[in-house]
């Protein structure tokens, strides 16, 4: 395998945690800054498929890219030998790439080695029997990397939730328990959403994560809110300006909160996805115990979000509305 399609398979690797997650790999991280560029110039979506991403880098010329792709095989290849060899001094790993190489080839038991050195084109060998000790463990080595990985990046992303849900493509949302409480509602009144103030059917209903999933990664009902389909899409991860739709979004839950309590279907369907989307006793207790009053209720909501949505906002995620789109 050579340089540049390993590196291709890094970006495609590294492409949900930094597009559609926007975490941070690391202090002046290359890789990240690369992924970054090729997001930017190349029209790819952020929860784009692994195989549509690497047919778009192996046909990709672009100057930038190369350069910034040599940075990273300066000392990737090389360092990751490091535990396995006992005859490289400190300055050897400072020197020439093609000496370190070749001195690197003369150690034994390392569990690759240099075919071909040609700089992109530079080729590894993985020995057959750690292609054998990898192949019979790789579960296991699976769960040690994962492991690793995710507590690398919770200490480069202190305050980001659910660091172990993004290291992959996107998973399906399930939110069926919640469109079906909403639809019991219009069953008995007119709701409208809270951007556009359209009015809601059963056909155009979609289930908004007001922060967006891709920073909180959970169904948590205090964060969920019935808008149109369409509105959903062109809102897509972003954050909904606060000053405008917060007090929009207190009046619809609020509403809601008050049908869940009124009538008997709203409510039975409000304890389906209680067993779901409620996962804590104490917001529970603060949005959903009956007898609030709607300043109470405002201020507990409000005091629930605003941090995640700062704490969104420090992570890069844009604002938005409809002004803006």
Known sequence: MIYDELINRMIADSWYMVTEFRLNLGPSDTLEALVKYIYQISGLKSNEEPDVILSFLNRLNDKKVAEMKRTITQNVPYRLQAPFTKQITNDMWKGSRKKLAKKLNQEKRLIYYFTELAGMKTAIEIQPEWCDYISKNKEILRGWVRYNLIMYLQRR?????????????????????????????IEIKPVSEIYLNQSLTSKNISIDHFVPWSYVAHNEFWNLHPTTKNINSQKGNNLPDWDIYFPALCRKEYFSYNMMWEYEMVHEAFE???????????????????????????????????PVYKSAQNAGFRGWNLKSI
């Open 272 to 306: 389906k996805c209680r067993n779901v989307h409620i996962n804590s006793d104490e917001v529970y207790m603060k949005l959903y115990k009956p007898g609030l009053n709607e300043d109470e209720f405002r201020n507990n909501l409000e005091n629930i979000m605003l």
């Open 157 to 185: 992303n202190p305050n980001v939730p659910g660091i172990a849900e993004k290291l992959d493509i996107p998973k399906r949302r399930r939110l069926n328990l919640v469109i079906q409480y909403w639809k019991k509602i």
